[in-house]
């Protein structure tokens, strides 16, 4: 089986754009979205009405949960857009995205780890900032889901793969649409990319176990950094440009 996964689009309708054409070549027998769809700086409405007519098994991310959930005026700037160009069919997408799916045997598709829509899994954040989960954090975090084949995780935008010893594959495929960002949670750190590429990747099984091939991809992120600073987001325009956080 041959399987695209995407993942944090975050509302960047022109890197979508690529990625699905990208996708279109890439001879797939399925398309994986792992959440945060709409929340960012660019086009979220446009992103919604892209994401609802094009075939793919998707989940909830944080950000769609905190859309649903949180008032509007205790938002932040990133969800606060997409809660501002939600049409009701939007709305209702995003309420029935579960937060785990099995979208092949033996394959789970989820954005932070399977139980927690927050947690970073493949990556451990610390005081002096962020670096790679050694396999034992890894395998605390999944808990009862290392049973699975293939395990698909995003939310951190970095694309890393980590195959368990007598465990599943984990595949983080990188995020389409917002290559950098800092947070404050569990303490200050940046996550960077480095370049602006959108970015996902294909798994395929046809060796007998899973492999990944990572992909990025050229779009004219000036457009889309553009829309950003006319949407007040000096923060969203330099990271689409450089794939790195704002200093």
Known sequence: MRIAVISDVHGNVFALEHVLRGVAEDGVDLVVNLGDHLSG???PGATADL?????????????????????????????RLAHDQLAEAHRAWLTALPLT?????????????????????????????IRPATPDEVRARLAGSLG????????????????????PFVVNPGSVGYPAYDDDQP???????????????VVDDATGRWEVDFRAVEYP??????????????DVEHALLTGTVLR
């Open 41 to 43: 700086g660019v086009a």
């Open 51 to 79: 994401l609802l007519v094009t075939p793919m098994r998707s989940v909830r991310g944080n950000h769609e949960r905190q859309v649903l959930e949180t008032e509007p005026s205790a938002m932040g700037a990133s969800d």
């Open 101 to 129: 799916d099995e979208v092949a045997p033996g394959v789970l598709a989820f954005h932070g780890t399977p139980t927690d829509d927050l947690q970073y899994l493949l990556e451990t954040v610390e005081p002096d900032g």
């Open 148 to 167: 699975y084949d293939l395990l698909l995780a995003g939310h951190t935008h970095l694309q890393r793969a980590v195959r368990l010893e007598d465990g």
């Open 187 to 201: 303490c200050p750190h940046q996550v960077e990319s480095g370049t602006p590429h959108a970015r996902y990747a």
């Open 221 to 234: 992120w000036a457009d889309a950094a553009a829309l950003a600073r006319a949407n007040g987001r000096p």
